[in-house]
């Protein structure tokens, strides 16, 4: 039952109905139309006739039906869910009505709604006609409906009085944490740490099943020579890229009876080709006739559904549908990826009035994971930055308090509003993923995943380190040249793809005073790992280097953090800034000025040395 549907979300809800990873088995559109417009007039608004006129481009059917006449209303409703439930389709009930007074009870829309509100004023109170029209039919007594009136008012009077005294203090959880969400856990309680690491039985399974294709499957070249590369990885338990470990976060889900849910504009075979959860196959293909193949849908061991699914062009409808699906079944992982993490901003309204508030606001947990492709490589203002500074912004992870001492990483995670990762090697990527299931609560989980890493040979994971190893919310400086650490001049702290440019410059140069640490959790702020990384370089100046422009990314959320740790532990001096100059675009579109900028990056980190 979806409540008033305005906009861009109405026209996506009814798209979506007969979409096959959308169907829900028909949607009762109920459009309470109350004039909310009432500043604006219809022939202003739209240009057709009714605002359910939408519904008309899938033929569903849609009643208008009169707000003041309840009997009506019932009659309608009782047959839109009756056809609802026999033929599996959407149906919309316009419930024709207005607002008495306007927009509020302080409003006056006599300013711009004159004759609308003239007839409005002549309307009798809808009980009083209903009351009157019971009567005269006899349906009812005047004792009878006084009876009924006074019950209910009583009631209701009782459960407010109850609500407001101080009798009534509902613990924190009570009321949302129930059903099918039993047993998970409130901020305020305690949780046990996660284990996110898989056993090698899990590991080789997985990579059977996704190596060894049917015979008769034709897939593109391209793809051979991508699953021979895949075959080796998982022989070697060498060189596994971020695709692999995608897929082993999900077999291994599958294994353990989670269901994972993907969906995105490009969710199927990945915006940069990384992905193939479908193949599709290349000779014996038709307009009719499409084979497809699903590697993970044939896991052996699976207990249960594995669902992938390109998606409707739509990022607000898309990621809020995900979003609704995750608050349904905690023991899921529900996964929407933006086709490049730019698009992200199309479902802005989601993240800022339903995902960044979900527990606080409407005290509901979802586990939701949104994936948004981030990283500057000359694509331009429109295809380089998610926008990190501004899921930063709304995160509730206060600057100045650092967790009391001994706060378990979770514990830390358990009582903030979402997490923002940059992950930086396929294994914390496959961690995090499963970290939000086997966790005892259920957090958002937003991560500006790479492009151009996708495919670097020096961005890969070993097999102990999904069968050993745990995420990583900071990865500490780890050189083979790497001097003695009182020795060491700066340290440079930085998250995500700007390392491995930093590192090839490193190289370059044979320095062996610098150290490089990675912020592979940017909220909630990892303090403690912090502390521990610029202790061990006392004298080291401290930097912080990004590809974004000093306004955007990482940089305003981490410098008052980074100074709440200087303070803690007496230590002078400032913190460097690395980055690209204040900006208003997020990029530029020139290949050349982007170049010249990366250099500069490399240039200014190592300055000095």
């Known amino acids: ?8 979300l109405r026209r996506a809800a009814i798209t979506f109905s007969d979409l096959p990873s959308y169907h829900t088995g028909g949607t009762l559109h109920v459009v309470v139309n109350n004039q909310i417009g009432f500043t604006t007039d219809t022939f202003q608004e739209r240009s057709s006739p009714y605002c359910t006129d939408v519904a008309k481009s899938v033929g569903c059917p849609v009643f208008h039906v009169n707000g003041d006449d309840p009997e009506a209303v019932v009659r309608v409703a009782r047959l839109a869910a009756k056809y609802r439930q026999k033929f599996s389709q959407d149906v919309v009930i316009d419930l024709i009505c207005y607002r008495k007074f306007g927009h509020n009870e302080g409003d006056e829309p006599k300013f711009t709604q004159p004759v609308m509100y003239k007839a409005i004023d002549n309307q009798q109170n809808i009980m009083v006609k209903f009351k009157k029209d019971c009567l005269s039919r006899g349906i009812l007594t005047e004792a009878e409906y006084d009876a009924m009136s006074d019950r209910i008012y009583n009631t209701m009077s009782q459960e407010f009085d109850l609500g407001t005294s101080d009798e009534y203090k509902p613990k924190e959880g009570e009321g949302f944490l129930d059903g099918h969400w039993e047993g998970y856990k409130a901020p305020h309680e305690d949780t046990a740490r996660e284990e996110t690491k898989i056993t090698n039985a899990q590991f080789d399974e997985i990579g059977s099943t996704v190596v060894n294709l049917p015979a008769d499957l034709n897939i593109h070249n391209r793809i051979k020579k991508i699953w021979k590369d895949k075959a080796a990885m998982f022989e070697t338990g060498e060189g596994i890229d971020w695709g692999t470990a995608e897929q082993l976060a999900i077999g291994s889900l599958l294994q353990e009876g989670v269901h994972v849910r993907y969906s995105g504009q490009d969710v199927e075979r990945g915006t940069f080709s990384h992905r193939h959860a479908v193949l599709h196959e290349q000779k014996n293909s038709t307009v009719d006739n499409r084979p497809q193949y699903r590697p993970l849908c044939h896991l052996p061991s699976a207990k ?11 990022e607000y409808g898309v990621c809020g549908f995900e979003l609704g699906y995750s608050t349904e079944n905690p023991r899921s992982l529900v996964v929407w990826e933006a086709q490049f993490g730019d698009f992200a901003n ?134 083979p040249d790497l001097t003695e650490p009182s020795e060491v001049k700066r340290l440079i702290f930085c998250s995500g793809k700007v390392y491995y440019d930093l590192m090839v410059e490193r190289e370059k140069l044979g320095v062996n005073n610098l150290a490089i640490a990675r912020v592979e959790q940017i909220s909630p702020f990892p303090f403690d790992l912090i502390e521990e990384e610029v202790k061990r370089f006392p004298n080291a100046e401290i930097v912080f280097a990004q590809e974004e422009p000093m306004n955007m ?34 990029a530029t579109g020139f290949p050349k000025l982007h170049r010249a900028e990366e250099s500069d990056i490399r240039t200014n980190a190592f300055a000095g040395l």
Not at 1 to 8: A, K, N
Not at 445 to 453: E, G, I
Not at 554 to 567: E, G, I, L, N
């Open 304 to 314: 249960a559904e594995f669902t992938v699914s390109n998606s409707n062009l739509s």
């Open 346 to 479: 199309g479902a802005q309204i989601i993240f800022d009035q339903f995902l960044s508030s979900m527990e606080n606001k409407w005290q509901r947990q979802t586990g939701l994971v949104v994936l948004m492709p981030h990283g500057y490589e000359g694509a331009g203002p429109e295809h380089s930055s998610c926008r990190l500074e501004r899921f930063l912004q709304m995160s509730n992870d206060h600057p100045e308090q650092m967790p009391p001492e001994g706060t378990a990483p979770h514990k830390h995670v358990q009582t903030t509003n979402w997490q923002v990762l940059n992950c930086s090697t396929p294994a914390n990527f496959f961690h995090a993923l499963r970290r939000q299931i086997h966790r005892e609560f259920r957090k958002p989980l937003l991560v500006a995943t790479p492009k151009s890493l996708l495919k670097l040979r020096a961005c890969t994971s070993k097999r102990e380190d999904f069968v050993d190893g745990s995420f990583q919310r900071v990865i500490p400086a780890s050189h």
């Open 1 to 8: 039952l979806s409540p008033v549907c305005l906009g861009s």
């Open 553 to 586: 990314g990482a940089w305003s959320w981490v410098q008052p953090r980074f100074y709440t740790v200087f303070d803690k532990i007496d230590r002078p001096g400032r913190l460097g800034y690395v980055g690209r100059p204040p900006r208003a675009s997020p």
